[in-house]
């Protein structure tokens, strides 16, 4: 039988009528692995945030895999080499693209190979087009949704799967951005596809959720990152003064560093996240409040 909200539904999902009854949890859940244990899978994480997600699992104890296309490979051995050495966590490279189906079934089950679990799937891969919406093209659409929407379907729809058939609950862990809380000039694709991972997320958290999967996403701000420098320039030219402009509108004054997204990300992939999901969670110094 289904419960919402401690009253129970009807084989069509109509509430029974009668007294109120508190919903208890399922007996049989499963308690998520501590931060010092269990395998987290990090997509777009030869630099910037995913880099730094990978870099704070491994701290937390989990073994890491990462992944990032193939003209990223070079960086993501040194990433391999970094997490290994600083942690003494071993760390998986998959190379693949997200927005490719086989990829992803290919570098999850790879995860399972090497590692014989999944427990996270950081679903960080993507990319940040910028400039007038009446300059971009229906390729350039095309392409970003492929990337960052269909890309972070995949990785919960697969990861999902893994976690379902091991029977002990997971997390999967999206990417939006403040740009997909409010949208922004020369910016529009990006904020579409990033405010289209929240609805992905909130969807995605209501299916998964009774198999003790929770679904939350990150909302970073203006992050430091080779990225977000690429897109200041875009936006304005001035990489310097569009930064500046973002440190005098945050209300702790200053950009954030892949580091603080990565302190969110090692709380939302821990077991202490159990009740949390379906949330988008920004983290951008108080430059949007919801």
């Known amino acids: 039988m289904i419960v919402l909200y401690g009253r129970?539904?009807?084989?069509?999902?109509?509430l029974v009528s009668g007294p109120y009854k508190r919903a208890e949890a399922p007996n049989n859940c499963p308690e998520f692995p501590h931060?010092?244990?269990?395998?987290?899978?990090?997509?777009?994480?030869?630099?910037g945030i995913g880099k730094a997600i990978a870099l704070r699992l491994a701290?937390?104890?989990?073994?890491?895999?990462?992944?990032?296309?193939?003209?990223?490979?070079?960086?993501?051995?040194?990433?391999?080499?970094?997490?290994?050495?600083?942690?003494?966590?071993?760390?998986?490279i998959c190379v693949g693209d997200v927005s490719v189906e086989e990829n992803v079934k290919a570098m999850i089950e790879s995860v399972v190979k090497t590692f014989s679990s999944l427990d996270v799937m950081v679903a960080n891969?993507?990319?940040?087009?910028?400039?007038?919406?009446?300059?971009?093209?229906?390729?350039?659409?095309?392409?970003?949704?492929?990337?960052?929407?269909?890309?972070?379907?995949l990785c919960y729809k697969y990861a999902s799967l893994q976690m379902i058939a091991q029977g002990k609950g997971g997390?999967?862990?999206?990417?939006?951005?403040?740009?997909?809380?409010?949208?922004?000039?020369?910016?529009?694709?990006?904020?579409?596809?990033?405010?289209?991972?929240?609805?992905?997320?909130?969807?995605?958290?209501?299916?998964?959720g009774k198999h003790q999967i929770t679904v939350n996403a990150y909302c970073p701000g203006p992050i430091d990152t080779e990225m977000a420098r690429k897109a200041a320039q875009d936006i304005g030219?001035?990489?310097?003064?569009?930064?500046?402009?973002?440190?005098?509108?945050?209300?702790?004054?200053?950009?954030?560093?892949?580091?603080?997204?990565?302190?969110?990300?090692?709380?939302?992939?821990?077991?202490?996240?159990g009740y949390l999901t379906g949330q988008t969670i920004s983290i951008d110094g108080g430059l949007i409040f919801d």
Request: overall charge negative; proline content about 3%; hydrophobic content about 40%.
């Open 8 to 14: 129970p539904l009807d084989n069509k999902n109509q």
């Open 35 to 47: 931060m010092s244990g269990g395998v987290a899978f990090v997509t777009g994480s030869s630099q």
């Open 59 to 92: 701290s937390d104890g989990f073994e890491i895999a990462i992944n990032d296309i193939d003209s990223k490979l070079l960086a993501l051995e040194t990433v391999k080499k970094e997490i290994e050495e600083s942690t003494g966590k071993q760390a998986l």
């Open 125 to 153: 891969a993507g990319i940040c087009p910028c400039g007038p919406l009446n300059d971009m093209s229906v390729e350039e659409w095309e392409r970003a949704f492929t990337v960052n929407v269909i890309g972070t379907f």
């Open 171 to 208: 997390r999967l862990i999206g990417a939006s951005s403040n740009a997909g809380k409010q949208g922004q000039r020369m910016m529009g694709i990006y904020a579409s596809t990033k405010f289209a991972i929240r609805g992905l997320t909130q969807s995605a958290a209501l299916e998964y």
């Open 237 to 273: 030219g001035d990489i310097e003064a569009v930064l500046n402009m973002y440190t005098q509108t945050a209300a702790v004054g200053r950009i954030g560093e892949p580091a603080d997204v990565a302190n969110l990300v090692s709380f939302l992939a821990s077991k202490h996240s």
